[in-house]
């Protein structure tokens, strides 16, 4: 009996702790040394690392780039959650509700955009919006518009919307499909029952469809925000680097200007524990305001 | 009226269609052009169908060798990945216990907390073990990376094999070892299809980790070779072997998404069953 709990501790050490070995020291360790590197000053090339305790928050809350920084982190988190979660409801109804015959092609299709690269999508992109040999341009040339053509991602006030418009092509196929599967799982009978009652497709979509799968909506929108915070920078980096100026500057390409091109490794360690913290208040205020709606049927 | 609805509703899926078909279709049309029809004529089909942008950007940019890493990164990172998420998930799901439940909340939470913040330490410690530079290296930190993920929806599956059949081999006489090895892993097989669809695609396409990670150009994965491509290409003005080269780094996975594409769609939906 003996041997056998031992032998029992012995598996239950084989399962769980090699790997939880690794990951405390690759990813535990890298987040608590995050927060602990954000109370230095250092440059990462000589071994001196001197404590400046807050000085780094302090000079953060000073900092005019990074206020730009977390505007335009809302404003993709915002563009983001309106445009995705609409088409991507629209496209899982008329996919899933209407009988559309060619419903798998355009599922396969829309979905082509998630399984890309980010770093391909963002050159892709920019050279759409390239003021030479750019799709977009040669459009408007085409359509007599010449004189709305500009270099978009040069151009202080479009560069925002410009860089949104492939974030929310990239972010369609996988929330379509989410959604797709919650409202496959709606009872048809109750749909039924509505058409026999008389209501309007576009009831039925209020009262049946968006309060039944309100779950998934709630995740999604959720997802998309915690991505959106912990993953705009991705493209911007690749489009623009932040630039024109810093109009297109997002928390997460400023972290990595300031540590791993200007070598200043505490201060972009204390960008890295705000974008911690405004991600947490952010999801905590988005899950109190979507759980506010009640389920009704 | 739901004939009419069919086919208003059909405009905009059309539509959509075609923003999204449409910039794969000019990336694939710019890596046959020269640089003068990319100039002239952005929107015609090129003149003639020639692979010289392809094999000058796999062979003097670059990226033929980046292609071979992406891939071993890629394969070593899935398989470990799997090695590291199938004891733990079926430990987990199989032995709830006080522990166990914070065990899973760690594992959780950790998804909750951007990657970013571990970057600088995450380098540093790199740095300290002689690992920087190193596709092995990042193999592991990708595949510990999605840990929480994996483990996460094989937990959903394994929930699904009735406790009899386990109890059933014990009294057989098998080991723990086998009933998690020769019963469970194979009966968890679409599971970890679609993990591992899923884990693989991300490998792939992942910039960030390798653009700090990593440091010689022969040790480039395919998103850092492609924006050293990219600002090369702009350099040179060589657009039709930059087009080439996204045509290089996307084709493989929309091939592999659209063959697995049936078994993400049925993994998702077999696991949500529970």
Known sequence: MAQSAKQRYLFLAFCLLPTFLLFLVFTVYPMLGGLYYS???????SSVKTFIGLDNYVKLWNDTIIKQAIFNDFFFVFVKVIGIMMLSLFFAVALTQLRIKEAPFYRIVFFFPNIMSVVVIGILWQFIYDPSIGLVNSFLMKVGLTEWARPWL???????????????????????????????????????????????????????????????????ILYIIITSLNGSFVLVQVMTGGGPGSASEVMGSYLYQRAFEDFQFGYGAAIGVLILVVSLITVLISQFILKKEKVEY | MKAFSQIMVRIPLILWAIIVIFPLVWMFMGAFKTNAEIFTSPWALPQTFNFSNF??????????????????VTALGSILTLALSIPTAY?????????????????????????????????????????LDNLWALSLIYAISHVPFTIFILIGFIGNIPKELEEAATVDG???????????????????????????????????????????ESNTTLGVAMNLLKTK????????????????????????????????????????IK
Request: proline content about 4%.
């Open chain 1, 39 to 45: 109370f230095f000053e250092w440059s990462g090339t």
């Open chain 1, 154 to 220: 040069g151009d202080m006030t479009w560069v925002l919307p410009s860089i949104a418009i492939p974030a929310i092509w990239a972010g369609i196929g996988l929330f379509m499909l989410l959604l797709m599967g919650g409202i496959s799982n709606v009872p048809k009978s109750l749909y039924e029952a509505a058409d026999i009652d008389g209501a309007s497709e576009w009831q039925q979509f209020w009262r049946i469809t968006v309060p039944l799968i309100w779950p998934q909506i709630k995740t999604s």
């Open chain 2, 91 to 131: 430990a987990l799901e199989r032995i709830r216990s006080k522990m166990g439940e914070v065990l899973i909340n760690v594992y959780l939470a950790s998804m909750m907390i951007p990657a970013v913040l571990g970057w600088i330490p995450l380098f540093f410690l790199l740095m300290k073990l002689n690992l």
């Open chain 2, 174 to 216: 098998m080991s723990q070892y086998g009933i998690l090895f020769k019963i469970i892993t194979p009966l968890i097989k679409s599971g970890i299809m679609t993990v591992t669809i899923l884990n693989a695609i991300s490998y792939w396409n992942e910039f960030f980790m390798a653009l700090i990670l990593l440091q010689t």
């Open chain 2, 55 to 72: 094999a000058r950007a796999w062979n003097d940019f670059n990226i033929g060798r980046a292609f071979l890493n992406s891939f071993f």
């Open chain 2, 233 to 272: 290409a702009q350099y040179e003005s060589a657009w039709g072997v930059l087009f080439a080269g996204l045509c290089i780094a996307v084709i493989p996975v929309i091939i592999f998404y659209t063959i697995f594409q049936r078994s993400i769609v049925k993994g998702m939906t077999e696991g949500a």
